[in-house]
């Protein structure tokens, strides 16, 4: 099923528009040091799809209900913030 408003909705939200100089994903703060930007924004745009891979299984086990698969769940935040599930 195409679902291409939602894919690039997915892709903002994990950073897609992020320009790796601003980015503070493990890939950005990884290459940090890499003065190849074409290499940076390589590395920052893999980032982002395994993040949105992450996402549709999580979002799928959320919707299916499946329970086969053992996965935790972390979330990590700033310190000092509170939040709440
Ligand atoms: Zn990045």
Redesign the pocket.
């Known amino acids: 099923m195409e679902t291409s408003k939602f894919d690039k909705f997915l892709r903002q939200i994990m950073?897609s528009e992020?320009p790796?100089e601003a980015?503070?994903?493990?890939?950005?703060?990884a290459s940090v040091n890499e003065p190849n930007r074409e290499i940076?924004q390589d590395?920052?745009d893999k980032?982002?799809e395994g993040l949105v891979e992450y996402l549709l299984r999580l979002y799928g086990y959320c919707l299916t209900g499946d329970v086969r698969a053992h996965i935790l769940i972390l979330k990590s935040v700033k310190a000092g913030t509170v939040r709440a599930y």
Request: aromatic share 0%; proline share 7%; charged share 20%.
């Open positions: 950073g992020i790796p980015c503070k994903c493990a890939a950005c703060v940076r590395l920052h980032e982002v």
